[in-house]
T-cell receptor, first 114, second 112 residues
């Protein structure tokens, strides 16, 4: 069974540009989460989808971040326009709906904003 | 607000030298505590879930325990391949499947 995949693995952009990160969860997992780790800090929650609906977006830092999950499958996280403080590693995780609580993480996307 | 604190921040061991990592938590209505292992350049890899005080789980050289205030990850006779960052996390208070609050992690280095 394939795990959670993320694309790209690395992205380097300039301040003011737009970047879109993609996450493909484990097949059949209705829960999808986005997290971020900024250098020197702990991993922090951004938002949670249940199928295509946003269950909890309390961790989204501001309106420059837009997450979508069309059709309840893969998800995208767009940052527009990117700022220096958006640099970090963005992780996606998925879990089955309710039946188990274990979240399985992808390898992350390292975003560098110059 | 849920809080998770891990100690020490870094731990250096000689191969075979057993030790423990600590994870202290503050959360209302704990519904589980998770331990993950993270290797450089990779995402967190699930190790254990503990649900109630007194519970213990083992996997190879690792044993996780849980009390009402903290969890320990005991490493017995570690090998260099156990070197990694170990993370603990708790789901949002009162839930078992919501957002996770992570500690900063303990960076474990095991020297041959």
């Amino acid at each position: 069974e394939a795990g959670v995949t993320q694309f790209p693995s690395h992205s380097v952009i300039e301040k003011g540009q737009t970047v879109t990160l993609r996450c493909d969860p484990i097949s059949g997992h209705d829960n999808l989460y986005w997290y971020r780790r900024v250098m020197g800090k702990e991993i922090k929650f951004l938002l949670h989808f249940v199928k295509e609906s946003k269950q909890d977006e309390s961790g989204m830092p501001n309106n420059r971040f837009l997450a979508e999950r069309t059709g309840g499958t893969y998800s995208t996280l767009k940052v527009q326009p990117a700022e220096l403080e958006d640099s970090g590693v963005y992780f996606c995780a998925s879990s089955p709906l309710i039946t188990t609580d274990t979240q399985y993480f992808g390898p992350g996307t390292r975003l560098t904003v110059l | 607000e849920d809080q998770v604190t891990q100690s020490p921040e870094a731990l250096r061991l000689q191969e075979g030298e057993s030790s423990s990592l600590n994870c202290s938590y503050t959360v209302s209505g704990l519904r589980g505590l998770f331990w993950y292992r993270q290797d450089p350049g990779k995402g967190p890899e699930f190790l254990f879930t503990l649900y109630s005080a007194g519970e213990e789980k083992e996997k190879e050289r690792l044993k996780a325990t849980l009390t009402k205030k903290e969890s320990f990850l005991h490493i017995t006779a570690p090998k260099p391949e156990d070197s990694a960052t170990y993370l603990c996390a708790v789901p949002a208070g009162g839930t078992s499947y919501g957002k996770l609050t992570f500690g900063q992690g303990t960076i474990l280095t095991v020297h041959p």
